[in-house]
């Protein structure tokens, strides 16, 4: 797969070098042409570096990762990113005291908003980047979720798929609306990472437990909450 990175930071940088090694063609673009390039340098394989514009033109799948910065204000061409896939991973920034505003309208939706023709998937925005320096080994002995949303079902397959490739359980999440619910999950994990010291290994996963044995408890009975 052809993989274009849209701002070489920490988790450009991460997530592209973690999909080289699995043998994708990934281009690191980044508003400065060397650091694109010394980062594709630094990935070795066939990676490749240079602007955000031959990233997002190169690729089938773009990981955006300029937060709030919009693919019109950053893309001279925004239109080559039409029907491709682009997979948004981005969190609100963290306000004073963990004072978050209700989330009414999710950053991946803004994206896509901006792009209609392009196909948005929210990921991997629920775990700090030290995780994927365990990636693919050992994560994948510790079953650690990766949500992804998204209004077009093939696209959200694709994500899952690199998701699953390096060491991380894809949870299939739905519709593009549903990102709402997930940047609220990646402004929880960094409540739980800093706020309470639990340090940046700490994940948020699903776990589907065995039915128990018995309902000793009276089992589930239909609610009189109207
Ligand atoms: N780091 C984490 O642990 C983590 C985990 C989950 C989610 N996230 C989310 O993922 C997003 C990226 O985080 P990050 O840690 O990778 O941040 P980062 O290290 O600061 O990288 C973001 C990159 O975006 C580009 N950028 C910044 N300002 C820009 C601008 N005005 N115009 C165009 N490009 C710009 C820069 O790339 P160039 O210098 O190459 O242009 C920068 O390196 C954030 O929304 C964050 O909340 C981060």
Not at 36 to 65: P, Y
Not at 87 to 99: K, S, Y
Not at 192 to 200: E, L, M, V
Request: charged share 20%; proline share 4%.
């Amino acid at each position: 797969m052809k993989i274009g990175i849209v701002g070489t930071g920490n988790m450009g940088r991460s997530l592209g070098i973690l999909w080289a090694e699995q043998g994708h063609e990934v281009f690191f673009g980044s508003r400065d042409v060397e650091k694109g390039k010394a980062t594709a340098e630094f990935a070795r394989r066939k990676a490749q570096g240079g602007t955000n514009e031959q990233a997002a033109a190169f690729a089938d799948v773009i990981l955006w990762t300029a937060r709030s910065i919009m693919p019109k204000q950053l893309l001279s061409h925004p239109e080559v990113l039409d029907s491709k896939i682009i997979i948004d991973c981005n969190n609100q920034d963290i306000p004073e005291g963990f004072a978050y505003p209700p989330i009414v309208e999710s950053l991946a939706e803004k994206l896509a908003q901006d792009v209609p023709q392009a196909r948005v998937v929210k990921a991997f925005n629920t775990m700090a980047q030290e995780v994927f320096e365990l990636a693919p080994e050992p994560l994948k002995n510790y079953g650690v979720s990766v949500f992804v949303a998204g209004d077009n079902e093939q696209a959200r397959k694709t994500v899952m798929g690199l998701a699953q490739e390096i060491g991380f359980l894809a949870v299939d999440c739905g519709v593009l609306r549903n990102a709402r619910l997930l940047e609220g999950l990646g402004d929880f994990i960094r409540l739980i990472i800093s706020g309470q010291k639990q340090g940046a290994y700490a994940t948020i996963s699903i776990n589907v437990l065995p039915t128990a044995s018995g309902q000793r408890l009276g089992g589930r009975q239909t609610s009189s909450l109207n």
